[in-house]
């Protein structure tokens, strides 16, 4: 079964992690959960029908090669088959952990980082925000096996390794 890790400690047994220094908020570091959904109850729960290959699933909210804003509609298909392609493509098995640096907003974040990550049984680190300066020591600590991210962030990376 896939699991999303957060906080990422979790993932590694630790009890009391060191999220604060790494950009999760304090709840997370007293292992609470990030957020709790309550209400009363609003009668019996409805039917849904199994989603169709060719139901749509988001819009995308995109400016593209055009640089006029779209909303494009993806379908459950369009979405299945990009995190296959991914799944494949990277080899991503169950014992895989990435580091999820991508917003959840973007389009890459939530296919080849998040969804493609559990599609395959993996676990996923989330910290609360890109933070070039905190990467090293945050593969340090969780040890992810993968990550993914857009060039602007390689080069923070890249510039902050080197000052390092």
Wanted: charged content about 15%; aromatic content about 6%; some cysteine.
């Amino acid at each position: 079964m896939p699991v999303m890790v957060l906080p990422a400690q979790k993932a590694l047994g630790k009890t009391q992690p060191n999220s604060a220094k790494y950009g999760f908020s304090e709840a997370l570091e007293e292992n609470k959960t990030m957020f709790e959904l309550s209400g009363e109850e609003v009668g019996p729960p409805k039917k849904l029908r199994e989603p169709q290959s060719k139901d749509v699933a988001l819009l995308l909210h995109t400016s593209g090669t055009t640089a006029r804003p779209k909303l494009v509609p993806l379908t459950q298909e369009n979405i299945s088959v990009s995190v296959e392609n991914v799944v494949l493509s990277l080899g991503l098995l169950s014992n895989d952990r990435c580091l999820h640096i991508m917003p959840m907003f973007h389009i890459h974040g939530l296919i080849a980082s998040l969804l493609s990550s559990l599609s395959s049984g993996g676990s996923v680190i989330c910290p609360s925000g890109f933070n070039a300066f905190l990467f090293a020591p945050w593969v340090n600590e969780f040890r992810p096996t993968w990550y993914s991210a857009v060039p602007s962030m390689h080069h923070g990376i890249l510039s902050c390794l080197k000052q390092a």
